[in-house]
């Protein structure tokens, strides 16, 4: 399907593509294996210039574009969606500042970050408060020009490994939702540490580590936006990022429907290739037909995103959702045409179907999207 | 520092096609690329930009498309780019070539290195970066695999030999040609594949150039293509099995025999 790209969104495609095949697809399995950071492929990225895709030119990036950066993540996400997600969780830290610092905060910490010299991680989610929020408990006490944050973040991805962090904390427990902030923290600050590293069922390439705050002294300047925006911060973060997990999600469809095609056709019983098989074949066209469908629909999204349409959350949600579904779906079906060599991994399938997963359950699981999703048709038909 | 690399487009494919009739390569169907020496020639050139400042200018001679070659050149790094195009210089061979290159960069001017890969994939002669510095009357250094040390207008450069290398130190302006060895070279950028696409290239054709008409194109080519063939391939070989001494033994007595 043509989806009338610019030049510079072809170039970004043509960039990231090659990118995928040549640098990422051959480490791959290593990384799933290991588990390390993949940093010789992060510097491959940033020297590509493709951190700058989320950061305005005036501190050292293009001019930001969603879908350029959702272009960007599908097609790494189609050789490896651990690899993906380093890239994509920096764009989620990135964010936050990108949104609401001021100039001073992204004089500060954007140029370094758009030239990928520096990657960015997100910090939300707590044990505690996942899918709720508003039940975060690490706090920010103001005490003269510092902050002081104690708590426990976790499931935090690039923690440990990025070097800028936004965390949001309650700056004043009685007001709920209203009392949550959001403040860039240094990797070194003192009272600053990282728990234990998750090993994980898949995205095994990227690091999800708790972060443990500890009297932990943020300069006052750290503050992002307001003391009580924290929860503006977040929303209008995940409405920016929440197309690039859905990408995410396409590109780990996209690869695995590319790998089933290619074993469909070498692989020979009953003395014919399998694609000859009308139960294959139709297996094929309803994965292609739906990967299309939902790349459809993250497309579209990621364009209302980079026009500033207002009350994008619906769309966003659809598109995360079904996008997610489909690789579940998708990856699936793949490995069944597979076969028992889906099953080993010796052969590249299954990582997909264990890296789709996480797309089902991270930024708002499925069923918080479906919330989303039918609270807003409720209004809207209440207007 | 100002340094030129030269390039060439060849076809993407290890199994060449020849026109029996004319002798020359079928170029038709073929997409074409950067003749792959010629990309870590660009990348030193590139690196030596960086550390030392200065600029790239990269050049080629071929027909119009070649333009995609030197737009891909300047999305590696490259500054400028000179494409030499006129059908008065189709046929030459390697001493045309390297004449008529040697009068594009004349006309660019000053310069302290010129890298040229070490041969062309399709042709595999490796005469026009040594026939470039002859006709410029530089120094040259070929099969270069490291440059050691940039200095008071002199190089210090590891040239690789079949066992070993050399070290040698060279006079600037000179001519390196380099080897696969000598660095990788890395993808474009965004940036650079956006400014590649608006990039000018400017265009030089036989009056553009301070040339002797006679040392150009398929009549300044003295070499005669007599006769191009593929050389037959080899058969397989015997392999012997068996303890040493049984396998010696036979080995000695298949050398008589086969000697004899």
Not at chain 1, 83 to 108: M, N, R, W
Not at chain 1, 331 to 343: E, S, W
Not at chain 2, 25 to 30: A, K, P, T, Y
């Amino acid at each position: 399907m043509d989806y009338l790209l610019t030049d510079e969104q072809k170039m970004i495609k043509e960039l990231s593509h090659r990118i995928a095949e040549e640098k990422i697809r051959p480490v791959a399995a290593k990384y799933d294996q290991s588990e390390e950071y993949p940093w010789e492929v992060i510097k491959v990225i940033a020297e590509a210039g493709l951190f700058g895709l989320f950061i305005p030119e005036e501190y050292g990036g293009m001019s930001p574009s969603v879908l350029g950066l959702c272009i960007a993540t599908e097609e790494f996400s189609r050789a490896c969606g651990g690899i993906a997600v380093c890239y994509a969780a920096s764009a989620l830290g990135t964010f936050p500042i990108v949104l609401f610092g001021t100039d001073e905060q992204k004089k500060k910490y954007l140029p370094d970050l758009a030239a990928g010299k520096k990657v960015a991680a997100f910090a939300v989610t707590e044990p505690e408060a996942g899918s709720d929020a508003s039940a975060i408990k690490t706090t920010a006490k103001k005490e003269g020009n510092y902050y002081i944050l104690n708590g426990l973040k976790h499931f935090i991805t690039n923690g440990g490994d990025a070097e800028t962090y936004v965390v949001i904390a309650m700056t004043d427990k009685t007001k709920g939702a209203r009392g949550a902030s959001a403040f860039i923290v240094e990797k070194g600050t003192p009272g600053f540490t990282f728990g234990k590293k998750e090993e994980k069922f898949g995205i095994r390439a990227s690091s999800t580590r708790e972060l443990i705050f500890t009297d932990c002294k943020v300069p006052a300047g750290n503050l992002l936006a307001k003391e009580g925006f924290g929860f503006i911060v977040t929303m209008k973060t995940f409405d920016k990022s929440r197309p690039g997990v859905a990408a995410q999600a396409v590109g780990i469809a996209q690869g695995a429907l590319e790998l089933a095609v290619k074993y469909a056709r070498e692989r020979f019983q009953f003395g014919k290739s399998i694609s000859t098989f009308q139960g294959i074949q139709w297996m094929l066209a309803d994965m292609a037909t739906e990967v299309e469908a939902a790349r459809a629909l993250v497309y579209s999204t990621a364009r209302m995103v980079d026009a500033e349409i207002k009350d994008v959350g619906k769309d966003s949600a659809m598109a995360k959702l079904y996008a997610s579904d489909v690789a579940m779906k998708v990856t699936v079906d793949a490995l069944q045409i597979f076969g028992g060599y889906g099953y080993m991994r010796d052969y590249p399938i299954e990582k997909y179907v264990r890296d789709a997963k996480i797309t089902q359950i991270y930024e708002g699981t499925n069923q918080i999207q479906r919330n989303i999703i039918a609270l807003q048709l409720i209004k809207e038909m209440a207007k | 520092m100002n340094i030129i690399v030269c390039i060439k487009q060849v076809p993407e494919t290890t199994e060449v096609r020849i026109n029996p009739e004319t002798n020359t390569l079928i170029r038709e169907g073929v997409k074409s690329i950067i003749n792959p020496f010629d990309m870590y020639a660009i990348e030193e050139g590139v690196r030596l930009k960086e550390k030392f400042g200065g600029k790239v200018t990269v050049v080629t001679m071929g027909p119009a498309q070649a333009d995609q070659a030197l737009r891909e050149a300047i999305s590696l790094g490259a500054d400028d780019a000179v494409l030499v195009c006129d059908r008065a210089f189709a046929g030459s061979d390697t001493w045309a070539t390297s004449y008529t290159l040697a009068g594009a960069i004349k006309r660019i001017g000053s310069f302290d290195l010129i890298i040229c890969g070490k041969q062309a994939s399709d042709g595999d002669t490796a005469q026009v970066g040594p026939g470039i510095s002859t006709h410029l009357d530089i120094p040259q250094v070929t099969y270069v695999k490291k440059v050691e040390e940039v200095k008071e207008a002199k190089m210090r450069l590891e040239r690789m030999m079949e066992e070993g290398f050399e070290i040698i130190e060279m006079p600037l302006p000179g001519l390196i040609t380099v080897v696969k060895e000598i660095n990788e070279p890395r993808l474009p950028s965004l940036k650079g594949m956006m400014r590649s696409k608006n990039a000018k290239i400017t265009v030089w054709s036989q009056k553009d150039l301070d040339l002797d008409p006679q040392s150009i194109g398929l009549c300044g080519s003295p070499t005669q293509v007599v006769k191009i063939f593929t050389p037959p391939q080899r058969t397989g070989g015997q392999m012997l099995i068996g303890d040493t001494s049984q396998v010696a033994e036979r080995l000695v007595e298949l050398l008589k025999n086969e000697v004899a």
